[in-house]
């Protein structure tokens, strides 16, 4: 078996449109028209897209799921087995290596659609994968693809007992013999990565930008634009040890609980970021505050007043047991909050799913429509221009024909004035033809237009109802967090009723005491 891989691609409809059908020639290349036939493609498949069958509605959802990802500029990524014309696999044993090399690649839950061609000796199925994942979201990482499906071909080889490809077992050695000295190599400890629990807490006990940035400041750290991007927030110490805040918030956290990017700006929306100092602005004002501190710490504090320094131990003791009640109920909310949002992503989810399949409908509609009124213009218009075209290039061929006539009946030809004649007639002909082309094209192109305005206008309102969908679920999210936190104040503020009782019990014993 032989994989290759492509680079990643920007169109799913580029690669629908040849994939999925028969290779234009240099004719078609040449007039820029599209191929509408499929004989080359001998089945296909679709794979994690639960109830779609047909493959145009596979590659508009796919559409949908990539749009998702604003940051994925390439979603479309596409790899072909071939197998050696020896060996003659079934559909299924096609179907279940195509479903193994995507798992190879780490891909196995992504959206894909399995093409066979037949327009070769051996067999072979291409592989149309979603980069983006249907829930996630996020892109997957494509870095040595090549590398990974060669790997699982040998693998399979070895299991058949049988190695077509004798290069690829010495490059695999080769390979193995270089990992294991670089593995050799770097067989030394790493440090472990410095995490403070400070900008965890005040994340955790603050509901806003500004209410962050106070807490920040009460403990003397100070927030900062990034001096390489600006859109990155820092976190300087007292210090003067910058760190990125997201970056910090995610170490030590489950892969699952991470923060994202919007998480952080949704937080941050009541900051103005632009009024934030830099790093280094921000670090000269630590070194220029130091000596100031200095000569007010030791004209306010005497002799008498200073205290010897508890031993180390005594001291990261007492950090420890200050700190466990912190870690608990910093624990615990994080696991409410990372709950709360779980269930409401999945609703959200759900939400979304509704409007893309209703969004995805009416794109059918309007495309069908499209195609029933090109196939009208194509009978009215573009079937008598072809017989025309076909009628002159016929008389067009036979006058050439006549002018290449050599010996006796081409001298008389020349000489009776037929020759002139035809000549006039080829440039009349060869004049009117190239108009014609010319009508037909205007006419096209005036039947095109509104057709892509109509797909512009329902690309753009489709645009629309997703960021008030975005919108809405946004402002759903926000009502939802400040009832939780109106109901968090509400339990803080609500009477104790052991504390109530005692009480009532120390006035009691008071008032017996004083009776006679």
Known sequence: ??????????????????????????????????????????????????????????????????????????????????????????????????????????????????????????????????????????AANNYRDQEKLSAW????????????CKAREHRAKARARETARTQEAQQKPQQARYVDNTLAECWTRSDSGKSFLTALEAKGWKLAKGDRKENVVMAVTPSGRAFAVLRELNKGLAPGRKLKGEDLDRKLADLNRELLPSVEQVQGAIVEERP???????????????????????????????????????????????????????WAARQRQRLFSRQLEDRDALHHDHERRREVWANRVGEPHDRWRERTNAQIRAIEERQTQQGFKGWLYRVSGRAEADREELDALRERRQARARELEASREAMEAPLRGEGAALRE????????????????????????????????????????????????GRSRSREP
């Open 292 to 346: 100031r501190k200095a000569k007010t710490k030791a004209r306010t504090q005497g002799p008498e007043q200073t205290e010897q320094k508890a031993p180390p131990q005594a001291q990261s003791a007492f950090h420890a047991a200050s700190q466990a009640p912190i870690k608990e109920d910093t624990k615990a909310q994080q696991a409410q909050e990372t709950e709360r949002r779980e269930r409401f992503e999945d």
């Open 1 to 138: 078996m032989v994989p290759r891989t492509t680079k990643p691609g920007r169109s799913f409809t580029g690669a629908w449109a040849y994939y999925l059908h028969d290779k234009r020639d240099a004719a078609q290349i040449e007039r820029g028209e599209g191929q509408h036939t499929a004989a080359r493609v001998e089945w296909c498949h679709i794979e994690n897209m639960a109830r779609v069958k047909d493959e145009r509605a596979a590659i508009g959802l796919m559409i949908d799921t990539a749009r998702q990802n604003r940051r994925c500029e390439k979603p479309v990524y596409a790899f072909s087995l071939g197998w050696h014309p020896e060996q003659n696999p079934e559909r299924a044993e096609m179907i279940e290596a195509g479903r193994a090399a995507l798992k190879a690649l780490g891909m196995e839950d992504h959206q894909a659609v399995f093409v066979a061609h037949n327009d070769t000796a051996h067999k072979h199925v291409h592989v149309i994968v979603n980069r983006v994942h249907p829930e996630t979201l996020k």
């Open 153 to 164: 071909a040998l693998e399979q080889e070895r299991a058949q007992n049988r190695i077509y």
């Open 461 to 508: 309102r489709q645009e629309v109802e997703l960021q008030r969908l975005e919108r809405q679920l946004a402002q759903r999210w926000e009502q939802s967090w400040n009832r939780a936190d109106h109901r968090a104040n509400e339990n803080e503020r609500a009477p104790d009723p052991e504390r109530e009782a005692g009480k009532s019990h120390q006035h009691g």
